[in-house]
Nanobody, 117 residues
Framework: QVQLVEPGGGLVQPGGSLRLSCSAS??????????MGWYRQAPGKQRELVALITNGGTTNYADSVKGRFTICRDNAKDTVSLQMNSLKPEDTAVYYCNAGPYPFFNWGQGTQVTVSS
């Protein structure tokens, strides 16, 4: 089974940028052949998929982050990253990575992103 760790969160002002990374260990073969996604869960809301990347590099984004967030992956390093620009207060959430669009790996701890002045 794949274990996922997502460091890189923090506090950022509106309009700022942040880069999240996700590293995988365990069954790396499972990581490299699957599409991967970044999800987020804001307080009182359901977890939602915000960015998706296939094993071939095709990407897809939720409308709420399109044009501001960029997902990329490095299969050689077993990592997937999320570059977040022009952050808004409504981007505040705990961010997770997992397989996408169906998150069948065990969830990691996630990382808190807070956008506030």
């Amino acid at each position: 089974q794949v274990q996922l760790v997502e460091p890189g969160g923090g506090l950022v002002q509106p309009g700022g940028s942040l880069r999240l990374s996700c590293s995988a260990s365990g069954s790396i073969f499972s990581f490299s052949i699957n599409a991967m996604g970044w999800y987020r869960q804001a307080p009182g809301k359901q977890r939602e998929l915000v960015a998706l990347i296939t094993n071939g590099g095709t990407t897809n984004y939720a409308d709420s982050v399109k044009g501001r967030f960029t997902i990329c992956r490095d299969n050689a390093k077993d990592t997937v990253s999320l570059q977040m620009n022009s952050l808004k207060p409504e981007d505040t959430a705990v961010y997770y990575c997992n397989a996408g669009p169906y998150p069948f790996f065990n969830w990691g701890q996630g990382t808190q992103v807070t956008v506030s002045s």
